[in-house]
């Protein structure tokens, strides 16, 4: 079979790694060709739109960066120690402080899903 694939890779991206997945894709699973699109880029040509910001929250980290005709620029691009996690926390002690009625508690596995929604 003559099979493609894209490979999306993360703004911020280690070259070495990269580098590694693609010879994985074409000498061991044996694609016929491997094109490397950074998630940001991915994101702008979704949107249809030739320019753009994207800004990527993720668990454990923010990352932003501006995307200009396919380039997105290394100067543009910084991350954020600050996730979803921490947003959920903070969501959880306002809730304490403002004496919501409901107090969740994060080990309990139905909170968990509940806060995460």
Same mark, same amino acid.
């Given at each position: 079979?003559?099979?493609?694939?894209?490979?999306?890779?993360?703004?911020?991206?280690?070259?070495?790694? *990269?580098?590694?997945? #693609?010879?994985?894709?074409?000498?061991?699973?044996?694609? =016929?060709?491997?094109?490397? $699109?950074?998630? %940001? &880029?991915?994101?702008?040509?979704?949107?249809?739109?030739?320019?753009?910001?994207?800004?990527?929250?993720?668990?454990?980290?923010?990352?932003?960066?501006? *995307?200009?005709?396919? #380039?997105?620029?290394?100067?543009?691009?910084?991350?954020? =120690?600050?996730?979803?996690? $921490?947003?959920? %926390? &903070?969501?959880?002690?306002?809730?304490?402080?403002?004496?919501?009625?409901?107090?969740?508690?994060?080990?309990?596995?139905?909170?968990?899903?509940?806060?995460?929604?």
């Amino acid at each position: 079979p003559n099979y493609k694939v894209i490979l999306l890779i993360p703004s911020v991206y280690n070259r070495s790694h *990269v580098k590694h997945l #693609i010879n994985l894709l074409l000498v061991n699973l044996r694609f =016929q060709a491997a094109f490397p $699109l950074q998630e %940001d &880029v991915a994101a702008t040509f979704g949107s249809g739109s030739p320019v753009s910001c994207v800004v990527d929250i993720g668990h454990e980290k923010t990352t932003v960066s501006c *995307v200009e005709d396919a #380039i997105s620029h290394p100067s543009s691009r910084f991350t954020l =120690q600050i996730g979803g996690s $921490l947003i959920r %926390d &903070v969501f959880i002690q306002l809730s304490r402080f403002q004496g919501f009625p409901y107090n969740p508690d994060p080990s309990s596995l139905q909170d968990f899903v509940l806060l995460n929604q």
